[in-house]
């Protein structure tokens, strides 16, 4: 962890430094991985209003948090605190990630594509194209924010809610349609 503390028309003494180092090592560094890089701005403004700006940068992102305050090291604990929520929903974020991919992990749906000119001729109708489709739970919603951005006119998925695979595609009139099995 490199932390990297500076003031801004406030001087900042070696207890405030070790004041900050300390609190983000112990709440911080414990949701996130290394390498961990902190900026800490400790800045005095008119009126004796105190802010503190933290900028945390780390394997999957950005964090930042800034608080003004009366008392510096009270807008460094709140500044602190607020970094802390961040990297909680940051881990929780990678960790549901991980365990979606691990539920899907294997799970495959062929996709076979039909010539046109093969159905009702001799010998039956031939597979031109074969895809191979991961399900991944969601929801309808997500299925259709995935479907925006989809090659495909339809999105195969598992319904989160009733865990049945399920199919959201896009229709002429730009609508969406959804096939679900019947249970």
């Given at each position: 962890m490199n932390v990297e503390v500076v003031g801004r028309n406030f001087e900042v003494t070696d207890r405030l430094r070790q004041l900050t180092e300390t609190r983000l090592a112990k709440k911080v560094l414990k949701f996130l991985e290394e390498p961990v890089e902190i900026r800490v701005t400790l800045e005095g403004e008119k009126h004796h209003q105190s802010v503190a700006d933290i900028h945390v940068t780390h394997r999957h992102g950005v964090l930042q948090a800034t608080e003004a305050t009366d008392d510096m090291v009270e807008a460094i604990h709140l500044a602190v605190d607020k970094v802390v929520t961040q990297a909680g929903r940051t881990r929780k974020k990678?960790?549901?990630?991980?365990?979606?991919?691990?539920?899907?992990?294997?799970?495959?749906?062929?996709?076979?594509?039909?010539?046109?000119?093969?159905?009702?001729?001799n010998g039956g109708p031939r597979i031109i194209k074969s895809t191979h489709l991961a399900i991944k739970p969601m929801t309808i919603e997500e299925a259709a924010l995935s479907l925006e951005g989809a090659k495909n006119d339809f999105v195969v998925f598992r319904d989160s809610t009733s865990d049945q695979v399920s199919v959201l595609y896009r229709r002429r009139d730009e609508h969406f349609g959804l096939i679900v099995p019947e249970a």
């Open positions: 990678s960790k549901d990630k991980k365990r979606h991919v691990s539920l899907t992990n294997g799970l495959k749906w062929p996709v076979n594509v039909l010539e046109g000119t093969s159905v009702g001729h």
